[in-house]
Every structure is written in structure tokens, then in C-alpha cells.
């Protein structure tokens, strides 16, 4: 089932489009993240998943139901840390569930449970505007998920976080996916998506550009060709003629910056040279990688090619690092 | 049921972090600076009668509404809101909340009025019964003038609706038609449409300056009663119209 479904999504600001056509979905226990670069319109996204905005064309469900209709189920944080901090972080809470009708000795150990989870229980009863932009990030974390929601709508949570403070958002969203929480990140760090997140979507001027799950991220950057025999000397003429980028050490081959014709051709040529294929494994790029080609408009496959790998590649490995 | 707790919670917390942000410190100001102008007895020949009193007491309680429900609107245009309407107490909670609080105050700005004037300057006959009649219109003027406000506030409408009631609150309150005759000639045809359209924009803001009057007068007749419910129409109705409105609209919090 989809927690997130999204289909044609149109949305403009004074006649300047936001949103333009986004269609995406995103499953129920899936940690998905959102990247793009300022004024994308991920902000935007998460406003009309919350109903604060209204789609111009489009079909947005939330947990099967429209963005209003779902509020009981859905936890939100918003990307900045404003909040009403004349009240006491406890005392913010109890309004918090107050006005989803929660009350009594439930909503009050709920509260105890959730202020132990973000680390504020010494502070739970100081005024909000003693709090540093972390503990206010964690104020904001708890009253997410002050409903035990099923989906959690989450913007920006590391923003204006110093280092320190980054580590422990990123601890405290490691933890939440631990509890098997739905949850639907918009970041910027790219560390945080790739530590906490299954799946990644980088949107670009309003669109879905890239989407990949984190744990098979695109080879963006190039392949490694692995030989079954050891090749002579010769062969290296040969590969550097068809492109000098190209390397080799012992039995493998590396082409730093891959193009289908060129592997092609390389295939090609070591195939006349009669020598056999043990794997042929593209080499992982890292997310920041896929991003900035994303965002630079060299736009990769949505979806990385399935990694190649073969028994016999660890044979002969592990041969050559016994010779 | 389930709602109403819900803005009732809304409500008590929105008032508790509008007094302990100390904004209320200005209208506590303001007060003691009318009541020592305009309610102390500055000397023992002045006397002050009930008309006196309820006419300067709902021109302050009002224009104090009036920035009362200005600061509570646009308390309610920042970013914090985004958490409160995430929950489920609605767009329509929200804005009832403010609305509430906005009213609360005003009431509070005029029993403390009630209060100070019997103490340090009792008006002659003065009584519960006196005191109720300029009451009960009074109160339903500060709520017009919250609901009115709220209408007519940024979370609400949008700046084209904003320039649009405005226009026609304008053309109805205009008084007397000589303004008219002055820059338009009344027997031309564009004169007699505006003047047919500022006739009928206006009938809906009669209550307010009817019920306005019943403040200050306080005589009650069959005509009375009408202008109460006149009142309690037109609140009913700018509130409705607040809500239909803030219901529709994107919300963009800043």
C-alpha cells in the first residue's frame, strides 16, 4: 500500500509554476528522502501533503485519504524552528495533543515517553525560549509524533542545526525508522538521507529528475571490468587508444567516466583479444555524485542498472591477493 | 464535543501566550491612561451619567478591539501556526480560536472599564439593570468588530478580496450622500447606481451602527430587539463568510 500517493501534481505562485506535473509514491514503512536544490519545491510539496495548500491540477493522497482528512494520522514537522515558546516544552505538548483531543493520564505519559526519546526530559519544564536550535528541533520531533501517527512529514530537521546537533537529529530519525515509522524526509544533507533513508528522490525545477533506492545508487561515475586471464602489456596500448582515461591494474579495467559506446567498444575489443568477461561491475557513486549530475541537468537513469556480481570474481581476487 | 474541546484548548493557549507575551501590558496601558482622562471625577461638580460613561467606553473598547484582534490576526499569519493546523483541530478551529480570544479581551477591557468607573466614579442611577442594557449590544459589537477585523486580516482573504470588501465596507459606511453630491451628480446615472449600491452594501452593516447606538441609549423597544438579532446575524454571517474563506485558501504562514 502507499502511504504517499501523488499523480500530476500541478502548483504555481502568481502564475510562476512550482510543481509541474509531479507524479511519485512513496510505501508505508519506507524511509523516503526528498533532495533539491533551494526553491525546487520540496516546501511545497510537504504544504500541499499537509492540505495548507491546495493543488492546482493533480492527486495527492495521504495514507488513502486527502492531505485534510489524514491530519490525525500524519506527523508533521516544519522546516523552521518557530514555535510558540512563551510555554514550558511540557506544557507545549499537552496543548499540542490538547487540540488533537488527546488528554488525561494517557496524553501525560506520552508526553513523559516522548520528551525521555528526544533527550528533554530534564528541560521539559523550562520556558521554550530557553531552548537552543536543537532541543527546539527535538520539541519539534515529539510533538510529531505526539499521536503515535503513521506517517511522519518531515522538513528540513537538520537546518541551522550546528554539527553536533546534525548527529543527534540524524540518531533521533535513525531511531524513528527503527520503530518501523513511515516517514518522508526533505534535506539537504546528503549524509542524512544516505545513512537514514531506503529510497531517494531528487526533484529539479518541480520534477521528479532521479529516484533510486540508497543501497543501489546509480554508477554514475564509470565501470570495472574484471578479466578472467591476466593480459599482457600489450593490451594497455590498445585500451589507452580508445580512451587514455582508461586504466588497468593486473587483471582489472577501469573506465573512470563510462558511456555506453565506449564500453561497448571496449567489450568489443577485449572480446577480438579473446579474453573472457569474470564481472563487469559499475562503480557506485556516491549520492552526492548522482546529485550534483542531477542538478546540473545530466539527468542518469531513475533507476541504477542491478549490480553484477559473480562467484568467480571472489575466486580470483583472492588468488591474486595470495600471489 | 470532541471539537469544541479542541478550541476551547486552542483558545485557553493562544490567551495564555498572548498575556505572557506582555503585549497585553499596551492595553492595560491604555486603559489606565482612559480611565484617569475620561472616567476619574476631576472635581466634585462633574458628574457622569450612564450615557456618558457607555458612549466613551465603547468608542475606547472598540478601536481597542480593533488592534486586539490586528495583533491576535497576525499572531496567527506566523510560521508557529503550521504545528496547530497540522493537528486536527482544523482551519476552522483556528481561526475560531483567534476570533475567541480577540472577543475575550474586549469584554474584559470593558468590565475592567465597569469596574474602575464604579469604584472611583459611580455614574448617577447607576445599576445592574442600567449597566446590562448598554451591556448586551456592546458585547455584540465587539464581536462584529473581531469578525470584521478577521475578515478583513491577510490570513483570511486575499489581497484582491482584502481591496474588494474594503471597498464596499466603505461605500456602505459613507454616511451622508452630500459626500456624493459633491463629486458626483446625483441624478446622473452613475450617480443613482452608486447610490442604489451604497444603499444596498449598507443594509448588512446596519446592525453595527444601530447596535452602537442602542449601546450609548439604551432604550429598548420592539425596534431593540431587532437590531440585537440584526447583530447577531451580521456575526454570524462575517463569521461564516471568514471561515468559508480561510477554508478555500492556500495558507502561506510566514
Known sequence: ??????????????????????????????????LGPNGAGKSTLLHLMMGFLRPDAGRIEVLGLAPMAAHRQVGYLPERLRYHTHCSGREYLRYIGKFGDEHGAGLRDRITALLTLVGLEEAADRRMKTYSKGMLQRIGIAQALLSDPDLLLIDEPSSGLDPAGQVEMQELLLELRSRGHTIFLCSHQLDEITNVCDRVGI???????????????PGTEGIVITLVEMPAEDLDYGLRALDPTITREGRRITIPVNTPPLQARLLQLLLDEGFTVASLQPTLGTLRDLYLHVVSGNIPPTEAAPQVTMPLLDTLLAEEENQ | MTRYRQIL?????????????????????????????FLRRPNTAAILDATQFFSMTAVFVLVQTIYTSSVLMSMGSRAQGYVVLARPLGRKGYLMGLFLVSV????????LCSLIVTLINTPVRWNFVIWGAGTLPLILEIGLVAALVMLLSGLVLTSGWRLLVL??????????????????????????LLSAIRTLVGIPLTPLLAGFELTTQRIYSAQSVAIILGQITLLVAVLAFSMAAFDRRDIILS
Not at chain 1, 3 to 12: M, N, P
Not at chain 2, 13 to 35: D, H, M, N, P, Q
Request: aromatic fraction near 10%; glycine fraction near 10%.
Open chain 1, 203 to 217: 526533484l529539479v525545477r518541480g520534477e521528479l529528475a532521479a529516484e533510486t533506492s540508497v543501497a543501489n545508487l
Open chain 1, 1 to 34: 500500500m502507499s502511504a504517499i500517493y501523488i499523480e500530476g501534481l500541478r502548483k504555481s505562485y502568481d502564475m510562476v509554476p512550482v510543481l509541474r506535473g509531479l507524479s511519485m509514491s512513496v510505501d508505508a514503512g519506507q524511509v523516503y528522502g526528498l
Open chain 2, 167 to 192: 471597498g464596499v465596507v466603505a461605500l456602505a459606511s459613507l454616511g451622508s450622500a452630500d459626500i456624493f453630491s459633491k463629486v458626483i451628480a446625483l441624478d446622473s446615472t452613475f450617480g443613482k
Open chain 2, 104 to 111: 475575550m479581551i474586549g469584554i474584559a477591557n470593558f468590565l
Open chain 2, 9 to 37: 484548548a486552542w483558545t485557553r493557549f493562544t490567551l495564555s501566550e498572548y498575556l505572557r507575551s506582555g503585549r497585553v501590558l499596551i492595553e492595560l496601558g491604555a486603559l489606565i491612561v482612559f480611565a484617569y482622562v
